[in-house]
């Protein structure tokens, strides 16, 4: 089985700093990793995800982040944040063989943007 | 339509009661998939669809659970006899195939009394 741990619940920023959101996972077997942000009321949103391939991937909205298999980590990173990125961001995990639909997330990492 | 829509958005039910959550996936998504997400959690898997058939209820956390999508679109999720530990937001995501992109609907928020 895949778990998640998102380190911060809350990450506190001001407008034009640069952000991390941390997260690691655990996992037996090769592993698919994304990441979703979900504003509020509204369905969560697919940022970027990482299947295969170059390590740094990057997503929409400035967003990017970097797959470390050693370190068992895929944190996400904005050079610059917005007032318009305040939401509730998730990591999520699944395997790269079957069953690589079940998605498992982490508790969600609230970034607020603060002017 | 555009995207995933779910209904209602919010439910309020009395504990015992049965209640019935609906979701319409994004035309032509042959995968449908249930996630349940506990206040201050992330969303945990439910169960998995391939048109019609339910490949997956592993996640389904008891027998009074149960989800269906006859034909292949719309899909309902039942919940009998409620208890208050099933309050919580019910997701559900479809995507083009089984392996794709999940897009998910803006919930359910179901509060039990």
């Known amino acids: 089985a895949q778990s998640v741990t998102q380190l911060d619940s809350q990450v506190p920023v001001f407008e034009e700093a640069p952000v991390e959101l941390r997260c690691n996972y655990s996992?037996?077997?090769?592993?698919?990793l994304f990441w979703y942000v979900q504003y509020p009321n509204q369905g969560l949103q697919l940022l970027l995800k990482?299947?295969?391939?170059?390590?740094l991937v990057k997503g929409i909205n400035g967003f990017e982040a970097e797959f470390n298999k050693s370190q068992t980590s895929f944190h996400l990173r904005k050079p610059s944040v917005h007032i318009s990125d305040t939401a509730e961001y998730f990591c999520?995990?699944?395997?790269?063989?079957?069953?690589?639909?079940?998605?498992?997330f982490g508790k969600g990492t609230l970034l607020t943007v603060n002017p | 339509g555009a995207g995933v829509s779910q209904s209602p958005r919010y439910k309020v039910a009395k504990r015992g009661q049965d209640v019935a959550l609906r979701c319409d996936p994004i035309?032509?998504?042959?995968?449908l998939f249930w996630y349940q997400q506990a206040l201050g959690q992330g969303p945990e898997f439910l169960t998995y669809?391939?048109?019609?058939?339910?490949?997956?209820k592993s996640g389904l956390p008891s027998d009074r659970f149960f989800a269906e999508r006859p034909e292949g679109s719309v899909s309902t999720l039942k919940i009998q006899r409620t208890q208050q530990e099933d309050s919580a937001v019910y997701l559900c995501?479809?995507?083009?195939?089984?392996?794709?992109?999940?897009?998910f609907g803006p919930g359910t928020r179901l509060t039990v009394l």
């Open positions: 669809f391939q048109n019609e058939a339910q490949l997956d």
């Open positions: 999520a995990v699944s395997r790269s063989g079957g069953s690589n639909y079940k998605l498992t």
């Open positions: 996992s037996s077997v090769s592993v698919y």
């Open positions: 035309s032509g998504h042959v995968s």
């Open positions: 995501a479809s995507s083009l195939a089984w392996s794709d992109t999940q897009y």
């Open positions: 990482y299947l295969s391939g170059s390590t």
